[in-house]
């Protein structure tokens, strides 16, 4: 006895929506109908339909359906394909399960980027923020160092400049740059590619400045700000003094 489409649905576990959804994409044959036009689904119909929602289950995307269906090595590679996307997505389900379960430990915070874990007790809000951002512009080896030098800091160095009051005056403000300057030139000397970061953007070099500039602006006091600039340019005088290539940090 041939069957409705609600009919169908119903015996398939699923919705008259997506019977017809597969009609429209081609992947269930259109049944005959009776003679006032409604629709007989045969046993072949229910097969079929079942057979897509067990390929789907296993998550296999609709447009890959007709493939993985068909006979021989073309099923085969895209069986293989699709495995290893499950693979993929199982990985990083499995890190984000991890990273989650850090962050409700209390060894971890959202805040940073993946990797900065055991450093990110060190960074201030402000850094932290600006580590994300970094994530989007650096590759992984520039992220990398940048984690290193992290770790390295002298906490006493940051904290002072976290701490660095937005009235704090000129001689306040130089003396923290030239405490800052030698971290900077340690940098400069240690990582040669702050020189020029250009093989180590993921982004143009124009939108590369542009988010490192407003980024910096809305994160720091003009006080910290003011900082910087003192300190980077104490720094370019100690790398040239010492013969090594002499870069801005803020790059």
């Known amino acids: 006895m041939p069957w409705s489409t609600r009919e169908l649905a119903d015996l398939a576990g699923t919705t ?3 019977v017809r ?5 081609g992947l ?3 049944p005959d109908r009776m003679s006032n036009g409604y629709k007989q689904y045969q ?3 229910l097969v079929r339909l079942l057979q897509i929602r067990r390929l789907r289950e296993l998550g ?3 447009e890959q359906i007709e493939q993985v269906g068909a006979s021989g090595d073309a099923s085969a590679d895209a069986l293989r394909a699709i495995d290893a996307d499950l693979g993929a997505s199982i990985e990083r389900l499995q890190r984000a399960r991890a990273e989650i379960r850090a962050i409700l430990e209390g060894s971890s915070v959202a805040g940073v980027p993946a990797g900065f874990e055991n450093v990110a007790a060190r960074l201030s809000k402000p850094e932290q923020s600006l580590m994300l951002i970094y994530a989007q512009l650096y590759d992984d080896e520039a992220m990398g160092d940048l984690r290193q ?3 390295d800091d002298p906490v006493e160095v940051t904290t002072a400049f976290e701490d660095l009051r937005p009235d704090a005056d000129d ?4 003396q923290l740059a030239e405490r800052y300057a030698p ?3 340690r940098h400069l000397s240690a990582y040669p590619w702050l020189s020029d970061p250009t093989a180590h953007l993921i982004k143009a070099p124009g939108v590369t400045q542009n988010t490192f500039l407003e980024s910096v602006a809305a994160l720091y006091t003009p006080a910290q700000l003011d900082v910087i600039v003192r300190a980077s340019a104490i720094a370019r005088e100690m790398v040239e003094a010492t013969g090594s290539p002499t870069a801005d940090p803020t790059a």
């Open 60 to 62: 296999v995307p609709l």
């Open 28 to 30: 269930l044959a259109e």
């Open 16 to 18: 008259v929506n997506t």
């Open 21 to 25: 959804h597969y009609h429209r994409t």
């Open 171 to 174: 001689t306040e403000r130089q």
């Open 149 to 151: 030098m992290i770790a």
């Open 183 to 185: 971290l900077l030139a």
């Open 43 to 45: 046993v072949r119909h």
